[in-house]
């Protein structure tokens, strides 16, 4: 069925996630122990990073959870900070990230506008983090709607805000695709009647998305030569 429209998860699918958050956590967990080398160990533990590598392991609910999940597992070893207080550190803090695009945003996404397509961004980050981040890309007026984990539809798996955008972007489920690095972007879209295209620029391997995508493609600069096909 043709797609009219393409909604993205952001870390990991637009912007290459490894490249981006690993140095950024390795910050944060400075940071936020103070110096309490016991506490970050900790807080490493429970967000599954390693510090020897500085670098997520794949299994790590920062992968796919959201902005508030972080929080409240950090926040038992975080004395100064409650959990929406340091909901919104990490919100800030991720606004202000070093980013690495996974591919020249602008260009690929003039194409896909171009075409006819309407273009959305879905992430479990922050809303705030994710408009930050989209406009020093220079990308945030490609897109027709732009939603966090705090943005009042759900967080993924959950279909509701993929089906938000598609009331948004008068689009129907069945000719929209999700696009994203990640089984939880995979299972929402598969949840809310879409199309699912799996990117390898996250932490998910390609034999883990295969079964529940409809393609997977090394990066979602191969989308227009997939619409194409």
Not at 140 to 166: E, I, N, Q, T, Y
Not at 184 to 213: F, K, S, Y
Request: net charge negative; aromatic share 6%; proline share 5%.
């Amino acid at each position: 069925m043709p797609v009219d429209a393409f909604l993205f998860d952001k870390d990991g699918t637009l912007f290459d996630f490894a490249a981006t958050w690993n140095g950024w956590a390795a910050r944060i967990l400075e940071t936020l122990s103070q110096g309490d080398e016991a506490a970050k160990q900790a807080m490493a533990e429970v967000i599954s990073y390693d510090l020897e590598r500085e670098a997520f392991n794949p299994d790590s609910l920062v992968i796919a959870g959201s902005n508030d999940e972080v929080a409240e597992v950090l926040a038992p070893f975080v004395a100064d900070m409650g959990v929406s207080e340091l909901a919104a550190f990490l919100a800030q803090s991720a606004a202000e990230a070093e980013l690495a695009p996974a591919v020249p945003l602008a260009d690929f996404l003039d194409g896909l506008l171009a075409r006819g397509k309407v273009l959305g961004v879905m992430t479990n980050d922050a809303e705030v983090s994710a408009k930050s981040q989209l406009q020093r890309a220079g990308v945030l007026d490609r897109f027709a709607f732009v939603a966090g984990c705090d943005s009042g539809h759900g967080a993924k798996p959950d279909p509701d805000p993929l089906l938000a955008f598609c009331k948004t972007a008068g689009v129907a489920p069945g000719r929209t695709a999700m696009v994203g690095d990640s089984l939880h972007d995979l299972e929402a879209g598969a949840a809310a009647g879409m199309q699912r295209i799996g990117v390898l620029t996250g932490m998910a391997l390609r034999e883990e998305l295969a079964p529940h995508a409809d393609v997977v493609l090394p990066d979602i600069g191969h989308i227009p030569a997939w619409i194409d096909s």
